[in-house]
């Protein structure tokens, strides 16, 4: 950004959890989709008096999460707001009020849905579905399934729901690389956890890309520059792959390993194709509480191909917290 432009945003994110159950049994606790923590140690509605019985017990979990920004800026909005939900215009503004819940029946069938319900005084109130999935836990061979919309495993950024952001716009990499609303397909994903000594896993997905306002309007256009980026985003037969894998030598730092994969037809009607790799170190000052330092690194090249030939380019991400 040139220096003699002004832009200054702060952001707020709010979330609040309300869980109406009884508590599960101990051996499916931690499989709750969304949230690292657990459900046992959670208070259910009916408080000590819930009965218990030996069938699968139905955990629900609604959640909401508000992001609000308020700040100036001397850009024109279009210049502004590059992510779909990035502050767009000067003074306040509610970029994502997210309502969701996450859903658990006994060890072996889950679900999760979140929407996003934004404001602001250009376009008023906007609603979307972001991801509404049903997932099966613990199949043979140590496999886990989601079957439904879903944010591709892809990267360090795309999966993460925009109120667990760290800062108040979405990654410029990932907007040109993924969409201002990040890579979304509807279909199924599969999560393999590989039998090694560390903790990783294979993450691959089959579906078509869920098309959002202003992607259905860059397929109406013709194939100018202005309109190159969003026609050069992936549409139908989306195929991704991901590997994951995590190592702590001791119990107050670990080391993130990753590498994915994309191929499909974008909006062109060609194939368009994305590599990349990935590191992330993560200091803590202890295992549950005090300070942390995190380090990402990660780096992704795009091939894309378009009717007047093919282009690639690079995206480098360095972030320190």
């Not at 767009?88 to 970029?95: D, E, Q, R, V, W």
Request: charge should be negative; glycine fraction near 10%; include cysteine.
């Amino acid at each position: 950004m040139h220096s003699r432009h002004l832009n200054r945003f702060l952001g707020i994110t709010i979330c609040f959890f309300f869980s109406p159950t009884c508590p599960a049994a101990p051996d499916s606790a931690d499989q709750v989709i969304g949230t690292s923590e657990d459900p046992t140690q959670q208070y259910p509605l009916g408080g000590e008096d819930c009965e218990r019985n030996d069938g699968p017990s139905l955990l629900i979990e609604p959640r909401a999460h508000l992001r609000a920004a308020t700040g100036y800026s001397d850009l024109e909005g279009s210049e502004l707001a590059h992510g779909g939900h990035d502050p767009a215009h000067n003074g306040f503004s509610i970029p994502s009020l997210s309502l969701g819940a996450d859903i658990l029946y006994g060890e072996h069938v889950a679900g999760f849905t979140e929407g996003i319900i934004s404001w602001n005084e250009d376009d008023g109130w906007n609603a979307e579905l972001e991801e509404f999935y049903l997932k099966l836990l613990n199949l043979p061979g140590g496999i886990d399934m989601k079957i439904g919309r879903l944010l591709t495993a892809v990267g360090t950024q795309n999966n993460i729901h925009n109120h667990a952001w760290r800062f108040v716009d979405n990654s410029l990499g990932n907007v040109r690389f993924l969409g201002e609303d990040a890579l979304a397909t509807e279909g199924v994903e599969v999560t393999w956890m590989l039998p090694s000594r560390w903790d990783d896993r294979l993450i691959l997905s089959f579906g078509n890309a869920v098309t959002h306002e202003h992607e259905e309007e860059a397929g109406g256009m013709g194939h100018g520059h202005s309109e190159e980026a969003e026609m050069a985003l992936w549409d139908q037969d989306v195929l991704a792959a991901r590997y994951v894998a995590t190592i702590w030598p001791t119990d107050t730092y670990k080391f993130v390993y990753g590498a994915s994969y994309i191929q499909g037809k974008n909006f062109f009607g060609k194939t368009a194709r994305l590599c990349g790799a990935d590191l992330t170190y993560t200091w803590l000052q202890d295992e549950d509480h005090g300070k942390q330092f995190i380090w990402s690194n990660e780096a992704m090249l795009r091939k894309v191909d378009t009717d007047e030939g093919d282009f690639e380019e690079w995206r480098i991400l360095f972030v320190i917290e």
